[in-house]
């Protein structure tokens, strides 16, 4: 019934890297509504080039992470307006979340793909379009900012 | 930062994404995404090039043909232009002031002379023919046909028609004749004048429905005495080596009728109702809709449903949107299934509360359903008909159904484009278009489009939403004509 053809890398890419993604994106956006959103946006933005890629999934990663960047704005301005949240228990794991919540985007950017998605200054570079240095930069001001939290 | 500070930092944040929940249905979120990104599209890149079309014609033909202010189409009077840029789904045809009127699909509206009173237009599968009843309401209505341009307007049959349909691969029409309980019979006739016996005067034909392929036709007849002798549900080859030969699928209790559906679009089986006592009234309130291969084999039943072919609409791929529920107000316990013929298998689609579905109508791709929802309520009052809104869904995502924006109240009979990309609708005062995806409607006539019933067999009275003078659009594709 469905006329669209998709290419089989896709298919393939979804079943190995969906979940990842949308753990990569909760990490960016603290919202797991708004990262499967961006997920599946990025699947619907990448089917027609992902044939002339030479790293569909390093493609598919850098189209989330962007998208979780130019969602971001809105994410905070709408999570300054809503009521904030009952929680049952407040543990270490939501300290860091408000902590990361709390960090500039590139910088919250830079933490999640460094120690999350283990990736190197390099790629990360390279997936925020800058230096290496700026990268290393951001890195320390975002770790500094975290000691708090991560504190054993 | 230490080493050990920096494993931490790894360890909760991979506790912390741990928490994000992926949903199991993402892939068939992604390509309703994906669909709808299309069809955004294609409404795009349809809409730039009707601007193109229309700066074409207003501002280069004129410097390149300075003498002729014209477009160059040739257009006989009378004729009333559309409004300049309108996008329609093609060509349509409706009643207005007791007059037939046909609107080209691309600009121009036209009566048809010497058509009054007309009622209930119908396209022939080509588009090349329009039939229409003159003098419904009266003691001898007449069957014309006339071309889309008003030419060849010609009486095809008289009679008193208990049911008019056009073949779906030929310019011909099979009618049936009830001028009395017992007999009138079945007949084909043609544009050019010809007429072909199906079934003898002798003989009442209760209902009938095409073949696809036009080849032969399902039918059932009236049987007197009507609790001895069983209604058979016929299949009569028309045309071809074969023709005139009888095969029986199945037979109704005594004193039971059979009202003939629409086949399966394979042509495999066929779509039916039991009609207890040959009864209206009975049939008004809802009857099950039954289901079985040309075999007669293991039939099955869909859903109770009220016997009216306008809810009813097919997939390409064989599945059926039926508009389920009893009672004879269309404003009261109404709602759409997809359902399986072969299987019986239904699923209901899922609309907000204190709603009823009605109206479906099934793109030409197979992909969506445009269909009317309109609050709940015990009668269908004039106020309630101002609640009928333009609703879509995707086939393959039920779940989905949404208002199409901008679409206007008291919408009935939405129609998809061939270009499944706009659909037409009538209200109560217009004839509109409007892209699937939402925008502006485009009223292709400001004339009163709903006006009454035909008064055939009190259809109104007893639920059905037909209306005399309802836009009927032009066949979309092969497929929707039968």
Redesign the interface.
């Known amino acids: ?4 053809v998709w290419p089989h890398d896709l298919v393939s890419l ?1 079943r190995t890297r ?2 990842d993604m ?6 960016l956006t603290g919202s ?1 509504a708004e ?2 959103e961006i ?3 990025a ?2 933005k990448i ?1 027609n080039r992902i044939d002339r890629v030479d790293n569909p999934s390093a493609y598919l990663r850098t189209t989330v992470v962007n998208g979780c960047r130019n969602r971001y704005r809105r994410i905070l301005v709408e999570r300054r307006h809503a009521e904030p949240a009952e929680r049952a228990s407040y543990d ?2 939501d300290e ?2 408000d902590a ?1 919540t709390a960090l500039a985007i590139r910088q919250r950017t830079v ?2 793909l460094r ?2 998605a283990q990736m190197s200054e390099a790629e990360i570079a390279q997936v925020l379009g800058c230096r290496p240095g700026t990268v290393k930069s951001l890195c320390h001001r975002g ?1 500094c900012e ?2 708090r939290v ?3 | ?1 230490s080493e ?3 494993t ?3 360890s ?12 199991a249905d ?2 068939q ?3 309703a ?3 709808r ?2 069809r955004r599209r294609r409404s795009a890149v349809a809409a730039a090039l009707s601007f193109a079309v229309v700066v074409a014609t207003i501002v280069v033909w004129p410097r390149l043909h300075p003498g002729n202010h014209g477009t160059g189409v040739s257009v006989a009077s009378p004729t009333v232009a559309a409004p300049p840029g309108a996008r329609s789904p093609g060509p349509a045809a409706w009643v207005s002031g007791n007059q037939l009127w046909v609107y080209s699909g691309s600009g121009a509206l036209r009566p048809v002379t010497g058509s009054s009173p007309a009622a209930d237009p119908e396209w022939s599968y080509d588009g090349q023919w329009i039939s229409y009843l003159r003098g419904a309401n009266t003691a001898h209505p007449e069957l014309w046909v006339v071309r889309p341009d008003g030419s060849g307007n010609t009486e095809v049959w008289n009679g008193k028609p208990g049911g008019i349909e056009w073949s779906p691969t030929a310019e011909e029409l099979a009618v049936s004749d009830t001028p009395a309980v017992g007999i009138g019979g079945l007949a084909i006739v043609t544009p050019n004048g010809t007429r072909q016996t199906v079934v003898p005067y002798s003989s009442e034909v209760n209902s009938f429905a095409w073949a696809p392929d036009g080849q032969s036709i399902a039918l059932s007849e009236v049987m007197a005495p009507a609790d001895t002798f069983a209604s058979p549900l016929d299949i009569v080859t028309v045309h071809g080596p074969d023709a005139g030969r009888t095969t029986t699928v199945l037979r109704a209790g005594p004193d039971v009728g059979i009202a003939v559906g629409p086949w399966w679009p394979s042509g495999k089986g066929l779509l039916y109702w039991f009609e207890p006592q040959y009864s209206r009234s009975v049939e008004a309130s809802g009857l099950t809709l039954m289901s079985t291969t040309l075999a007669g084999t293991a039939p099955v039943t869909l859903a109770t449903t009220l016997v009216s072919l306008p809810w009813l609409s097919w ?3 064989g599945q059926l949107l039926v508009v389920s529920g009893s009672g004879a107000q269309p404003s009261d316990n109404k709602s759409l299934e997809l359902c399986t013929p072969a299987t019986g298998a239904c699923t209901k689609v899922p609309t907000p509360a204190d709603t009823v579905s009605l109206d479906p109508s099934v793109s030409p ?3 969506q359903v445009a269909f009317v929802l309109a609050s709940q309520s015990a009668s269908a009052t004039s106020a309630w008909f101002a609640t009928r809104r333009l609703w879509v869904f995707d ?2 995502n039920l779940a989905d159904a949404h208002a199409v924006a901008g679409a206007s109240a008291g919408t009935a009979l939405p129609s998809w484009g061939a270009d499944g990309l706009t659909i037409g609708y009538s209200t109560a005062t217009d004839v509109e278009s409007i892209p699937a995806a939402g925008g502006k409607p485009t009223v292709v006539s400001g004339a009163a489009a709903l006006t009454g019933s035909t008064g055939l067999d009190g259809e109104t009275a007893l639920g059905k939403t037909t209306w005399a003078s309802h836009a009927v659009w032009a066949p979309a594709s092969g497929w929707m004509a039968g």
């Open positions: 019934m469905g006329a669209v979804y969906y979940d949308v753990r990569l994106a909760f990490l797991s990262a499967e997920v599946q946006e699947f619907v089917r270490r794991v860091l979340n990361l933490i999640v120690f999350y770790l975290l000691r991560i504190q054993p | 930062m050990r500070n920096e931490s930092l790894e909760q944040l991979a506790e912390l994404a741990s928490r994000a929940q992926p949903s993402g892939w979120a992604i390509l995404r994906a669909r990104q299309d997939a390409p791929n791709d197979g992909q086939l393959d």
